[in-house]
């Protein structure tokens, strides 16, 4: 029976440490990095879908939900208007399945493994 609620205490804290819960910041001191929007899929390294219901949001995977309160955000994201101060460009997609990532290499800026 240990086992039993062992698996599931785990299967818990792995589902939820890529969670995409995210605050806004309005400033950079106070984001964990800065993201841009940009206008083409093909230019973006991450596709993300605005989720607005919480319960939906899990992994690392472009489903990302907004939050108003900073201490419920897994990350703190500053938008920029330029793309020489961004560390991560995003497309918003319409359609959760169109989300997703493009450059793989970008996906460590979202894991909350600190």
Known sequence: MRGLYFLLFSSVL???AYS???FIAKYASD???KVIVVEQPSQADLKVYNEKV???VKGN???WYFTKMRSEADKK???VKYLSEADLKIYFVNHRSQAGWIS???KSLL???E
């Open 104 to 106: 793989e290499e970008k």
């Open 54 to 56: 919480v319960s939906q």
């Open 77 to 79: 994201i500053l938008f």
């Open 61 to 63: 995977s472009g489903i």
């Open 14 to 16: 792995v589902s939820n």
């Open 20 to 22: 995409q819960k995210l």
């Open 31 to 33: 984001a964990d990095f």
């Open 111 to 113: 894991n909350n493994r």
